[in-house]
């Protein structure tokens, strides 16, 4: 198989700087950041538990029914970036068994930690915002995310319209996204010729564990099947809204490039192309780094997927710093709103 390469250096100067000077920072980083890990994610998962027993005491009252699910809905983002998104890229915890237990978090979600990882490790990591080779931002034809992309008539509206659909992500996922990755074999640099049944299996009983835990259960509950129905939409819909402002808040702002590989060619160094691709926002806010997970590094993440987010804060200090002195520009937003207003920006001009 064919991939792209990235354009040669006879010395990628600053990136050997820079993980030099990382790596000092941290020292011997490894298993050192378990107990926080751990602590995080056992007080979230805890907050989602307690939640859910509330949720289910309160099916006599539709108001604080849906508050209760809307919240839970909010708290389903935390828990898939501060403890699954670590555990696929393998440094939840430096436990092995840790670490894989951590990733069954997407099965308590009704989703595919093991399809996750394919499309997230192999396809974005490896190739972030090159067009036919990162899935994420070759997921639909409703929206022009490239000048690469054939424009389409409703194009002319998704800046209108994106917020709508951005409401509807997760189910989007849980409903066709999932069964479609049973069906493709190909991840970006990853061919996988048969996917294990026994994960195929997981991520079926992981659905209707979902349906029952979500649907069922509060129906039999409550008698009532409106609220059974729209409390399931609600919390997707909350948990849509905060994932997709992270989302697009990384990758697709305005100044982030959408990179064409010619002839398999690719126009900048690995870690220019990090720079080009990527941007930062709410560094200086410890509480956006902790619901999100060190999201808002994201800089830091491409730069070092392999170490825990709970150091981001120091590496992207020292990235600052680098890019200064090689007069490189890195791209970090003030605030998620300011993030999320650029990416409305950039779909507004890629809509002529």
Do not use: C
């Not at 941290?26 to 994610?41: E, H, R």
């Not at 849906?66 to 436990?95: C, E, T």
Request: hydrophobic share 45%; charged share 20%.
């Amino acid at each position: 198989m064919q991939i792209p390469k990235y354009k040669k250096a006879r010395t990628d100067d600053f990136f050997i700087d820079l993980k030099e000077e990382v790596l000092s920072a941290l020292g011997n980083y490894k298993g050192k950041s378990d107990a926080k890990m751990l602590a995080k994610g056992l007080l979230l998962l805890s907050l989602f538990l307690i939640l859910m027993t509330l949720l289910y005491f309160s099916v006599t009252n539709i108001l604080i029914y849906f508050s209760i699910i809307f919240i839970i809905g909010i708290i389903a983002v935390p828990l898939i970036l501060n403890i699954g998104h670590d555990a696929a890229h393998g440094v939840f915890s430096a436990n092995k068994k840790i670490n894989n237990i951590a990733g069954m978090i997407f099965y308590v979600l009704g989703t595919s930690g093991y399809f996750w990882a394919l499309r997230h490790n192999y396809s974005h990591h490896k190739f972030s915002n090159i067009k036919d080779w990162d899935m994420d931002i070759e997921q639909s034809k409703i929206i022009r995310l490239s000048p690469y992309q054939e424009i389409k008539k409703h194009h002319k509206y998704q800046h209108l319209y994106m917020p709508i659909a951005f409401s509807l992500y997760s189910l989007v996922w849980f409903f066709y996204r999932d069964f479609k990755d049973i069906f493709t074999y190909k991840f970006g640099l990853k061919e996988v010729f048969k996917h294990p049944s026994k994960e195929i299996i997981i991520l079926i009983i992981a659905k209707i564990m979902h349906i029952v835990l979500f649907i069922l259960l509060p129906y039999s509950l409550s008698g009532s099947w409106f609220l059974a129905i729209v409390g399931f939409f609600i919390f997707h819909i909350s948990t849509s809204i905060v994932t997709t402002f992270a989302l697009i808040s990384t990758h697709v702002g305005e100044d982030q490039k959408i990179v064409l590989s010619e002839k398999y060619k690719l126009p900048y160094t690995w870690s220019e192309h990090q720079l080009q691709t990527t941007a930062d926002f709410s560094t200086n806010k410890k509480r956006m780094f902790h619901f999100f997970g060190g999201f808002n590094h994201h800089v830091a993440h491409h730069f070092f997927p392999n170490i825990p987010h709970t150091y981001y804060p120091i590496i992207t200090t020292i990235i600052k710093k680098h890019a200064e002195m090689n007069n490189i520009e890195y791209n970090v937003y003030p605030s998620l709103y300011h993030s999320a207003i650029s990416h409305f920006k950039r779909l507004k001009k890629l809509s002529r």
